[in-house]
């Protein structure tokens, strides 16, 4: 029979500040960290006990700086922690001295309950649950053992059509109907967790999104039921999804008639299959045949410090931006454009590799065409809005500054690297805000600006690569002509492919940073 939950996995904005969430303030210990298994390129976390039991398991998938979501029916609405009955006053009082609001306690189905709101916005339930305990508390993040998070609670369901997601949790998932309180039907499984059915008939459609559920996942004790629930699913009709290997349990997807996404993953192997108990969560693991390799992942995935550790206090500034920071950084900073529909992280791997002991700042820009970003507005392929440019060369300008004060960086230490449209925006700043960039790399850059101001940019040195079969290449020797022309020291290069990156770059950057030291 299947019992109870396996885990749950929701979506979350900014990893550090999860982190201080779940395992600073909760407790809760971070025993895994994967890159993603559908995504290898986004960031998975587990939380869980001190061995990451199945049923303790809470974990999150990383959209740094993604788009909020928004909760609505076809979802989990709330998720909810168990901690023994008489921990309420504790919990209390680490939510003042955390400076975090509180609701409750309430009582709801005969428990005391705190509610509580995560970094963003995912509402959090502590439930005096007394026989709900984990075989293996952790107590190894400054919470006592006695008020520790034991397990998962449960979870609610927002659905429009209550009496089909009940029957669907009761026929397939081993839940047994115990009480209706208003517009909630509570589910409980012979593990003793609950699945509250809350009637959402009203309510808006949920969206998926940093701050919402992705999935509750079910508990199956081998791969054998998992054919079973499998097979069953099938029988009556339900889309279920074939058998997938996650590494540390086999599972199934399902969506259940109201919409939100059930998973069933089987109790083995379990956590500990590549990660001794000792040094649980402390190492990054890749699923199998990765799009991108380990380096490059560790290198575009955002870094995050554990409660305690010295870590980056992000600012809030005009431009979503991401550090990268070597395991042991030379003092050098590259600031990084991207091009169009690149990101933050576009360039890092390509940097890193030119510069492996350099920290790396990557920008996104804030235009946007047809839902990738830009920096600024595009009206032909060779022809550019002329005031978007200037407002945004601004922009990215009191940027700097504020970065440079923020984080304490030198500006004449700062090299600048963009490609394409990032590029242009550096040679456009070039002339907009003169003496802000005094070193740069431009990548299959041309000239946009129709009008260029007058510009001293002695003491400026750059580096110009193109293309020898890039459509925009024959713009790059008017580029440099107008660099040197205003005093700028430029370096150029022809490489024989395209408008694409590749080693050929790495390598040209190279001799130029060495030239550069030297």
């Given at each position: 029979?299947?019992?109870g939950?396996?885990?749950?996995?929701?979506?979350?904005?900014?990893?550090?500040a999860?982190?201080?969430?779940?395992?600073?303030?909760?407790?809760?210990?971070?025993?895994k960290?994967?890159?993603g298994?559908?995504?290898?390129?986004?960031?998975?976390?587990?939380?869980?006990?001190?061995?990451?039991?199945?049923?303790?398991l809470?974990?999150f998938?990383?959209w740094?700086?993604?788009?909020?979501?928004?909760v609505?029916?076809?979802?989990?609405?709330?998720?909810?922690l168990a901690?023994d009955?008489s921990?309420?006053?504790?919990?209390?009082?680490?939510?003042?001295?955390?400076?975090?609001?509180s609701?409750g306690?309430?009582?709801?189905f005969g428990?005391?309950?705190?509610?509580?709101?995560?970094?963003?916005?995912?509402?959090?339930?502590?439930?005096?649950?007394?026989?709900?305990?984990?075989p293996a508390?952790?107590?190894g993040?400054?919470?006592?053992?006695e008020?520790?998070?034991?397990?998962?609670?449960?979870?609610?369901?927002?659905?429009?059509?209550?009496?089909?997601?009940?029957?669907?949790?009761e026929?397939?998932f081993?839940?047994?109907?115990?009480?209706?309180?208003?517009?909630?039907?509570?589910l409980?499984s012979?593990?003793g967790?609950?699945v509250?059915?809350r009637?959402?008939?009203?309510?808006?459609?949920?969206?998926?999104g940093?701050g919402?559920?992705d999935h509750?996942?079910?508990?199956?004790?081998?791969?054998?039921?998992?054919?079973k629930?499998?097979d069953?699913?099938?029988?009556?009709?339900?889309?279920?999804?074939?058998?997938?290997?996650?590494?540390?349990?086999?599972?199934?997807?399902?969506?259940?008639?109201?919409?939100?996404?059930?998973?069933?993953?089987t109790?083995?192997?379990?956590?500990m299959?590549?990660?001794?108990?000792?040094?649980?969560?402390?190492?990054?693991?890749?699923?199998?045949?990765?799009?991108?390799?380990?380096?490059d992942?560790k290198?575009?995935l955002?870094q995050f410090?554990?409660?305690?550790?010295?870590?980056?206090?992000?600012r809030d500034l005009?431009?979503?931006h991401?550090?990268y920071?070597?395991?042991d950084?030379?003092g050098?900073?590259?600031?990084?454009?991207?091009?169009?529909?690149?990101?933050?992280?576009?360039l890092?791997?390509?940097?890193?590799?030119?510069?492996?002991?350099?920290?790396?700042l990557?920008?996104?820009?804030r235009?946007?065409e047809?839902?990738?970003?830009?920096?600024?507005k595009?009206?032909?392929?060779?022809?550019?809005?002329?005031?978007d440019?200037?407002?945004?060369?601004?922009a990215?300008?009191?940027f700097?500054e504020?970065a440079?004060?923020s984080?304490?960086l030198?500006?004449?230490?700062?090299?600048?690297?963009?490609?394409s449209n990032g590029?242009?925006?550096?040679?456009?700043?070039?002339?907009?805000h003169?003496?802000l960039?005094?070193?740069?790399?431009?990548?299959?850059s041309?000239?946009?600006?129709?009008?260029?101001?007058?510009?001293?940019?002695?003491?400026?040195?750059?580096?110009?690569?193109?293309?020898?079969t890039?459509a925009?290449?024959?713009?790059?020797?008017?580029l440099?002509t107008?660099?040197?022309?205003?005093?700028a020291?430029?370096?150029s290069?022809?490489?024989?492919?395209g408008?694409?990156?590749?080693?050929?770059d790495?390598?040209i950057?190279?001799?130029?940073?060495?030239q550069?030291?030297?």
């Amino acid at each position: 029979m299947v019992s109870g939950i396996h885990h749950v996995t929701l979506l979350t904005r900014k990893v550090q500040a999860n982190v201080d969430f779940y395992a600073g303030f909760l407790g809760m210990r971070l025993v895994k960290q994967t890159a993603g298994f559908e995504d290898a390129t986004q960031l998975h976390l587990f939380y869980g006990d001190g061995v990451g039991s199945p049923g303790s398991l809470v974990t999150f998938l990383v959209w740094e700086d993604g788009s909020p979501g928004r909760v609505g029916h076809s979802q989990i609405g709330e998720l909810s922690l168990a901690i023994d009955p008489s921990s309420i006053g504790y919990w209390l009082t680490r939510c003042m001295s955390f400076g975090l609001r509180s609701e409750g306690p309430a009582d709801e189905f005969g428990e005391p309950v705190l509610r509580l709101k995560d970094p963003d916005n995912i509402i959090v339930k502590l439930a005096g649950a007394r026989d709900l305990k984990s075989p293996a508390t952790w107590d190894g993040a400054g919470v006592p053992v006695e008020h520790a998070i034991q397990r998962v609670r449960g979870v609610t369901m927002l659905t429009e059509k209550p009496a089909e997601s009940r029957d669907f949790a009761e026929r397939h998932f081993g839940y047994r109907f115990q009480e209706t309180r208003g517009n909630i039907d509570r589910l409980v499984s012979e593990s003793g967790d609950i699945v509250d059915i809350r009637n959402a008939q009203g309510f808006w459609s949920g969206a998926p999104g940093t701050g919402t559920a992705d999935h509750v996942a079910f508990r199956a004790v081998d791969e054998k039921q998992l054919h079973k629930v499998h097979d069953a699913l099938k029988e009556s009709g339900a889309s279920a999804t074939n058998l997938h290997d996650r590494k540390y349990f086999e599972s199934l997807y399902a969506r259940e008639p109201g919409g939100t996404l059930i998973e069933l993953a089987t109790d083995k192997p379990g956590m500990m299959v590549d990660e001794p108990r000792a040094t649980l969560g402390t190492k990054l693991f890749v699923p199998k045949d990765p799009i991108t390799d380990l380096k490059d992942l560790k290198v575009v995935l955002p870094q995050f410090s554990m409660p305690g550790e010295p870590r980056i206090n992000y600012r809030d500034l005009p431009f979503v931006h991401r550090f990268y920071t070597p395991p042991d950084p030379d003092g050098s900073v590259f600031v990084l454009l991207h091009g169009s529909g690149g990101n933050e992280t576009t360039l890092m791997p390509l940097l890193h590799e030119a510069a492996p002991r350099a920290t790396l700042l990557g920008v996104r820009g804030r235009a946007t065409e047809e839902g990738i970003p830009r920096w600024y507005k595009r009206i032909t392929p060779f022809s550019f809005d002329q005031d978007d440019i200037k407002n945004e060369a601004e922009a990215f300008a009191a940027f700097i500054e504020g970065a440079v004060s923020s984080y304490g960086l030198d500006p004449k230490k700062i090299v600048y690297v963009g490609y394409s449209n990032g590029a242009n925006l550096l040679n456009s700043l070039l002339y907009l805000h003169p003496n802000l960039v005094h070193k740069a790399v431009l990548l299959r850059s041309m000239p946009v600006l129709k009008d260029y101001p007058h510009a001293d940019l002695k003491g400026t040195d750059l580096l110009v690569i193109s293309g020898k079969t890039d459509a925009y290449g024959k713009y790059a020797s008017d580029l440099e002509t107008r660099l040197k022309q205003s005093g700028a020291t430029v370096d150029s290069d022809v490489i024989a492919g395209g408008h694409d990156l590749g080693d050929a770059d790495v390598s040209i950057i190279q001799k130029w940073l060495a030239q550069q030291i030297n």
